[in-house]
Every structure is written in structure tokens, then in C-alpha cells.
């Protein structure tokens, strides 16, 4: 299986604040990362699939970036909507796997 | 508007069997792969398996292969994942999502989750 791992598991930030989670893969995915957010009680959404390709009505604050296996998800200015956590998730190849998740929180 | 409608909240007792549902609406059902997904208690997403609606082909996590078993019945639009005898361990929140119609495609819809709880 590919291994997820983000970093940090937590991050305490302000509204307005830049943010930048990182994930890394065990392998190469190439580009075939997601980026799903989670509000407490909510099921996922997606963000960011392709790696840096943004779903269809996510607001342009959000941004992906990367390939092989280092990517990173970007906030430019974190919005009191944004505080949840967010997964990254790789589809090249089956069993697909998930980071442990980041959970964004008001500092 | 693609939504997935999955079934209620099921409390069940340990050894018991249990059957859940998601149902597809807003778009071809047959055409997509839908995928099943485990959020146990305050803990993240693992990914249980996948099914393509149009011909039932099935791909498993090792963690979940043999522990569960996902179908779909295409004539409803339902995609399912099923318990033959349940576990403590079981209990979780367990969302389905719709894949694409490419193996390369992400979940880009998600049901709004069915929790288990499995108790004596």
C-alpha cells in the first residue's frame, strides 16, 4: 500500500493567515492527489484533485501543488470557514490511501 | 445535482448481520465507481474498497478484504456494503462517495454518512 503523511497533524493559525499543509507519498503518484476538507459532523468534501486542479465552486483561495511524491494544499487567506481538517488522498493505484489528516484551528 | 443517499443510523448487537445502502441520483449510474469509505470515532478516512457500477468489477482494501462485501444492484441506482457477523471494532461512521468514470478519477460526491454502532 502507499503510506500518506501530512504534516503538521495540527495547526493553530489566524483569519487571514497564509497556510500550507504538506503531504508526502511512500511512492510516486505522479499527480494523482485529491484534497478533501471535513467539518465536524460533515462528510469530506472535495478541494483539489489532479494535484492542483480545483473542484468546480471551491473558492480560489484554496491551491494545490506538486507530483511524485511532495505536495502541498494552500490557503492563501485562511477564512473563518476554513477551520476543519483536510486529507490528502492518492488514487494511483489501489488499495486508494489517506493522510492522517491536518486539523486547521483558530489561534 | 448528483447526491448520494445512503441509508439510516443501525444499532446491532456483536455477531449480527447488517446491509447498507447508498443511492445514486442526477446522474448514469452504470457509468461511475462508487467507493466506500470508514471514519471510526474522532479518528480519519480509510478507504474500504470500490465498485464500478456498470459490471460489479470490486477492488478491495487488504484491511477490509474479507471483512466486508460490496455490491451494487444497478436496476435501483444502489451500491451497498454488507456484515456477516459484526464486531465492536465495527462501529463507525461509513460514508460512500461516487469515484469517476476512469480508474483515474477522485471521489468528487460524498453521501452524507450512515453510522453503525454495534453494542451488546
Known amino acids: 500500500d502507499i503510506q500518506m503523511t501530512q504534516s503538521p497533524s495540527t495547526l493553530s493559525a489566524s483569519v487571514g493567515d497564509r497556510v500550507t499543509i504538506t503531504c508526502r507519498a511512500s511512492?510516486?503518484?505522479?499527480?494523482?492527489l485529491a484534497w478533501h476538507q471535513q467539518k465536524p459532523g460533515k462528510a469530506p468534501k472535495l478541494l483539489i484533485y489532479k494535484a492542483s486542479s480545483l473542484e468546480r465552486g471551491v473558492p480560489s483561495r484554496f491551491s494545490g501543488s506538486g507530483s511524485g511524491t511532495e505536495f502541498t494544499l494552500t490557503i492563501s487567506s485562511l477564512q473563518p470557514d476554513d477551520f476543519a481538517t483536510y486529507y490528502c488522498q492518492q488514487y494511483n493505484s489501489y488499495p486508494w490511501t489517506f493522510g492522517q489528516g491536518t486539523k486547521v484551528e483558530i489561534k | 445535482e448528483v447526491q448520494l443517499v445512503q441509508s439510516g443510523a443501525e444499532v446491532k448487537k456483536p455477531g449480527e448481520s447488517l446491509k447498507i445502502s447508498c443511492k445514486g441520483s442526477?446522474?448514469?449510474?452504470?457509468?461511475?465507481?462508487i467507493g466506500w469509505v470508514r471514519q471510526m470515532p474522532g479518528k480519519g478516512l480509510e478507504w474500504m474498497g470500490i465498485i464500478y457500477a456498470g459490471d460489479s468489477d470490486t477492488r478491495y482494501s487488504p484491511s477490509f478484504q474479507g471483512q466486508v462485501t460490496i455490491s451494487a444492484d444497478k436496476s435501483i441506482n444502489t451500491a451497498y456494503v454488507q456484515w456477516s457477523s459484526l464486531k465492536a471494532s465495527d462501529t463507525a461512521m461509513y460514508y460512500c462517495a461516487r469515484g469517476g468514470s476512469t480508474r483515474l478519477d477522485p471521489f468528487d460526491t460524498w453521501g452524507h454518512g450512515t453510522m453503525v454502532t454495534v453494542s451488546s
Open positions: 511512492q510516486s503518484i505522479s499527480i494523482w
Open positions: 442526477g446522474y448514469t449510474f452504470t457509468n461511475y465507481w
